[in-house]
């Protein structure tokens, strides 16, 4: 989770976008495409330009992607992460092992959510399992 907040961090510290792919007239520096975000008065700006020898390496699916990962972008796919994460953890309390015996006095392991014999299906297919 540490990993997020980090990432949070960082898009939240950037320019928060929309970002845009802007496809050059004309070749600068050996690029035919720039990336557009807005500046602090929400003008768009020109990205800084890059040396010919990065510029000439990249391609333009490549400022398609930091594009389209603008801030609020990466913010939300953070944010539903983070509550998938949760979800799965309430369910993951919820279905949990517990051992208990039974009438006769054996012992059993069940889950202590749905009753069913552990593991039970909610539990497999929490682990990746069918």
């Known amino acids: 989770m540490e990993d997020l907040k980090e990432l949070s961090r960082i898009a939240e510290a950037a320019t928060p976008g929309p970002w845009e792919k802007y496809d050059l007239p004309v070749a600068v520096a050996n690029s035919n495409f720039t990336i557009h975000a807005p500046n602090a008065v929400g ?9 010919p020898e990065i510029a000439s390496t990249l391609k333009a699916e490549d400022a ?67």
Not at 43 to 51: D, E, H, I, N, R
Not at 65 to 78: H, N, R
Not at 122 to 127: I, S, V, W
């Open 43 to 51: 003008v768009p700006t020109w990205t800084t330009a890059l040396p």
């Open 64 to 130: 398609e992607f930091v594009a389209t990962f603008d801030p609020p972008t990466v913010l939300a796919l953070l944010s539903r992460l983070e509550q998938a994460e949760q979800a799965v953890a309430r369910v993951s309390e919820y279905h949990r092992r517990e051992e208990v015996r039974d009438v006769f006095g054996d012992h059993q392991v069940r889950c202590a959510g749905c009753f069913e014999w552990w593991p039970c299906t909610t539990a497999r297919a929490l682990d990746g399992d069918r």
